[in-house]
């Protein structure tokens, strides 16, 4: 079981960056999907989670309206959409399935991190 992230860089503020992140040794359409981030010194958030069952997507607060998290099963990868970028976006972007749902649980199987970088 792998997941590989990529996609991060250094962006301006009100920049988009897009996420990937692909699976390797099982199918992603069997689990809730989700992408957290770790700033320095904060502990690790939540941010966007797509769910197996219906596709149904939430966002935290922070990032709603902004931040889009999809699935391409065919491709076996998930995405994170990014807009209108802001420096407290910057952290390190997670991929990881979530159990036991999107509304109640935590990550389990981790990906790497990408670094995702915010500034003028």
């Known amino acids: 079981v792998q997941l590989q992230a990529s996609g991060g860089g250094l962006v301006r503020p009100g920049g988009s960056l897009r996420l990937s992140c692909a699976a390797f040794g099982f199918r992603l359409d069997f689990y809730n999907l989700g992408w957290f981030r770790q700033a320095p010194g904060k502990r690790r958030e939540g941010v966007s989670c797509?769910?197996?069952?219906?596709?149904?997507?939430s966002s935290a607060d922070s990032v709603k309206g902004r931040f889009t998290i999809s699935r391409d099963n065919a491709k076996n990868t998930v995405y994170l959409q990014m807009n209108s970028l802001k420096p407290e976006d910057t952290a390190v972007y997670y991929c990881?399935?979530?159990?036991?749902?999107?509304?109640?649980?935590?990550?389990?199987?981790w990906g790497q991190g990408t670094q995702v970088t915010v500034s003028s």
């Open positions: 797509i769910s197996k069952s219906d596709d149904s997507t």
């Open positions: 990881a399935t979530v159990d036991p749902d999107c509304r109640t649980g935590w990550g389990e199987y």
